[in-house]
């Protein structure tokens, strides 16, 4: 038997976002998985692999190769791919299209903060950052929140009118602050290194979702935020000692570990809507997570070969 090679475009007409994010939630009912990132570099150009097995699942080994190089080529800056492995014997299962898996870890994990966290009747949506990222929010918060209005907002403004564009019904933010203020979800998705949304900007009943920051020294939100909100996040391991939105309000005594209320390997401990509180989610990643979304993918493909 041939082994299954799904393509980005096969994944996508799979897929569900609220389905999805439920198979994550599945994912975290196994055995904490365990997880190794490998690094190698040549001068700009680097390798990463990012690695997981969860009992009961299977293995994942998803390689990034990243040549910023290749932009002024006219080529993508990042390339790879996600080999999937049975759990009974080490076998290959599946080639997943990296660019599917990324998108989907991504937006879900995010989608699945969420909607354990945000108010359900949210009618207001807010993505700050205009990348590729944002696309994938639109999506998924747009099937998860039918009645919301989505708007982005981006330091360069001409980048988040292109993508309004290319997603008819959403809208632009000029203003920051009161984009903020009127939101009922806040989805940061920048590469920035120094707080973009502003603890003072937040009223009860927010959720706040980060997203972009995934280095020590990068930070989307600031101490005051961290100070009013109660905090979760999808995982203690990828986020609290790697991640700048945790690692330096941990090191300067702003937060204490117990702060951070709980993960997704908690997500019992999530509570329901709150009106008068902020809520505040990290999006950090982790191979696990990419693991849950290839098994899920294979899962789904599996039923339309059956089918045939």
């Given at each position: 038997?041939?082994?299954?090679?799904?393509?980005?475009?096969?994944?996508?007409?799979?897929?569900?976002?609220?389905?999805?994010?439920?198979?994550?939630?599945?994912?975290?009912?196994?055995?904490?998985?365990?997880?190794?990132?490998?690094?190698?570099?040549?001068?700009?150009?680097?390798?990463?692999?990012?690695?997981?097995?969860?009992?009961?699942?299977?293995?994942?080994?998803?390689?990034?190769?990243?040549?910023?190089?290749?932009?002024?080529?006219?080529?993508?800056?990042?390339?790879?791919?996600?080999?999937?492995?049975?759990?009974?014997?080490?076998?290959?299962?599946?080639?997943?299209?990296?660019?599917?898996?990324?998108?989907?870890?991504?937006?879900?994990?995010?989608?699945l903060g969420a909607l354990r966290l945000a108010?359900?009747?949210?009618?207001?949506?807010?993505?700050?950052?205009?990348?590729?990222?944002?696309?994938?929010?639109?999506?998924?918060?747009?099937?998860?929140?039918?009645?919301?209005?989505?708007?982005?907002?981006?330091?360069?403004?001409?980048?988040?009118?292109?993508?309004?564009?290319?997603?008819?019904?959403?809208?632009?933010?000029?203003?920051?602050?009161?984009?903020?203020?009127?939101?009922?979800?806040?989805?940061?998705?920048?590469?920035?290194?120094?707080?973009?949304?502003?603890?003072?900007?937040?009223?009860?009943?927010?959720?706040?979702?980060?997203?972009?920051?995934?280095r020590p020294d990068m930070r989307e939100t600031?101490?005051?935020?961290?100070?009013?909100?109660?905090?979760?996040?999808?995982?203690?391991?990828?986020?609290?000692?790697?991640?700048?939105?945790?690692?330096?309000?941990?090191?300067?005594?702003?937060?204490?570990?117990?702060?951070?209320?709980?993960?997704?390997?908690?997500?019992?401990?999530?509570?329901?809507?709150?009106?008068?509180?902020?809520?505040?989610?990290?999006?950090?990643?982790?191979?696990?997570?990419?693991?849950?979304?290839?098994?899920?993918?294979?899962?789904?493909?599996?039923?339309?070969?059956?089918?045939?």
């Amino acid at each position: 038997m041939s082994i299954p090679m799904i393509s980005f475009d096969e994944g996508e007409a799979l897929l569900d976002w609220v389905g999805f994010t439920q198979a994550l939630a599945r994912g975290h009912n196994l055995p904490k998985a365990e997880i190794g990132d490998t690094l190698l570099y040549r001068d700009a150009d680097t390798l990463l692999s990012r690695s997981a097995w969860i009992d009961g699942m299977g293995l994942a080994v998803k390689t990034a190769n990243i040549f910023p190089g290749n932009t002024a080529k006219g080529k993508p800056m990042i390339n790879g791919s996600v080999c999937l492995y049975s759990d009974q014997d080490g076998s290959l299962e599946a080639l997943v299209d990296f660019h599917l898996v990324t998108k989907w870890k991504t937006a879900g994990d995010s989608l699945l903060g969420a909607l354990r966290l945000a108010n359900p009747d949210s009618r207001e949506v807010l993505i700050v950052g205009a990348g590729t990222v944002a696309g994938s929010l639109i999506e998924a918060f747009g099937a998860a929140y039918p009645k919301a209005q989505i708007r982005v907002w981006n330091r360069t403004q001409a980048k988040a009118e292109e993508l309004v564009a290319d997603y008819p019904g959403t809208q632009l933010a000029t203003d920051l602050p009161a984009a903020v203020q009127a939101a009922d979800i806040i989805l940061t998705s920048t590469m920035s290194s120094t707080p973009v949304v502003l603890g003072d900007w937040l009223r009860p009943g927010q959720h706040l979702n980060l997203i972009g920051a995934y280095r020590p020294d990068m930070r989307e939100t600031d101490d005051v935020a961290l100070s009013r909100a109660q905090i979760y996040c999808d995982s203690f391991d990828t986020t609290l000692d790697h991640i700048g939105e945790f690692k330096t309000p941990l090191a300067e005594g702003v937060i204490q570990r117990s702060d951070v209320r709980a993960d997704f390997y908690r997500l019992d401990q999530f509570p329901s809507f709150d009106s008068d509180a902020i809520t505040l989610f990290k999006n950090g990643g982790g191979a696990h997570l990419d693991l849950m979304t290839s098994h899920h993918v294979l899962e789904k493909w599996k039923v339309t070969q059956n089918r045939d």
